[in-house]
């Protein structure tokens, strides 16, 4: 099993910054890939960014592009993502995620998820 335990959202004005963490937990032996998912209300949850702990390889979703910034930390087992230029249609809550394979985009393919952080970005 791997706990995942999410910070660092919040309340931001469009086209400020903010950066969420992810620390793992529990079985870390097995190569996996690690990323976040977001969720506003009335909408379906969508990949942001995935990052493969083995190698580095990153996806992002054609709407974060360029503005967000997904890195790891394989000495902490933390995972985080830079969020910069957001928008109002950043607002969501965000989780973070964890899998056995690459590359998965459906968030039927991740068995591990954190609690949700709640972004909210104020035009």
């Known amino acids: 099993q791997i706990q995942l335990v999410e910070s660092g959202g919040g309340l931001v004005q469009a086209g400020g910054s903010l950066r969420l963490s992810c620390a793992a937990s529990?079985?870390?032996?097995?190569?996996?890939?690690m990323g976040w998912f977001r969720q506003a209300p009335g909408k379906e949850r969508d990949i942001v960014a995935v990052?493969?702990?083995?190698?580095?390889?990153?996806y992002y979703a054609d709407s974060v592009k360029g503005r967000f910034t997904i890195t790891r930390d394989n000495a902490k087992n933390t995972v985080y993502l830079q969020m910069n230029s957001l928008k109002p249609d950043d607002t969501a809550v965000y989780y973070c995620?964890?899998?056995?394979?690459?590359?998965?985009?459906?968030?039927?393919?991740?068995?591990?998820w954190g609690q949700g952080t709640q972004v909210t970005v104020s035009s």
């Open positions: 995620v964890a899998s056995t394979g690459w590359l998965n985009t459906n968030a039927y393919e991740y068995d591990y």
């Open positions: 990052i493969r702990w083995s190698g580095g390889d990153t």
């Open positions: 529990g079985r870390s032996s097995i190569s996996y890939a």
